[in-house]
């Protein structure tokens, strides 16, 4: 990604555990790895499903060998009030979760028919806007020498 498009530094989380999840109506505990980085304003997640046979909103668009522009993230007040609001325009929360660390709620909202990826919402808070201040003040100071960093 620095190479071609400039992105970086990225930041590793591996294998996230959810303390909920549902996919499609079904519980779901898909774990999966990420990797944050920035692009100019636009934060970068490098996503890998560490169970490819789990149904995720990853693998409703991806096989396990594909890869491409999965979904867009927003940050919203209200998250219900957002699944609502995306629900009167034709548009579908498809999976919601809780992370296990930090009880972060999130969910992907299916635009694919519209937009040709999904939408992720977050549901604002101090820790998560942190997070993302993190990620671009590391981008700020980013010596360019190393592609991966210790936050």
Known sequence: MF??????????SEHIELA????????TQFVHSSAYGQWGSVM?????????????????MFAAHEEGLHHTAI????FR??????????MTLTTRCITAHGGVEFGFI?????????IEIYESSPKL???YDLIKT?????????????P
């Not at 190479?3 to 590793?12: K, L, R, S, T, Y």
């Not at 299916?110 to 999904?118: F, K, S, W």
């Open 138 to 150: 590391l981008a700020k100071n980013w010596d360019r020498q190393q592609l991966f960093v210790e």
């Open 44 to 60: 970068v997640e490098l996503v890998k499903q560490e169970d490819s046979s789990i149904q995720t909103p990853f693998r409703e």
């Open 75 to 78: 940050i919203v007040e209200d």
């Open 81 to 90: 009030q957002a699944v609502e609001h995306f629900k009167s325009i034709g």
């Open 110 to 118: 299916d635009a694919t028919r519209t937009l040709g990826h999904m």
């Open 3 to 12: 190479i071609q498009f400039g992105a970086g530094p990225f930041v590793i």
């Open 129 to 131: 806007t942190a997070f």
């Open 20 to 27: 909920e999840g549902e996919h499609r109506g079904a519980k």
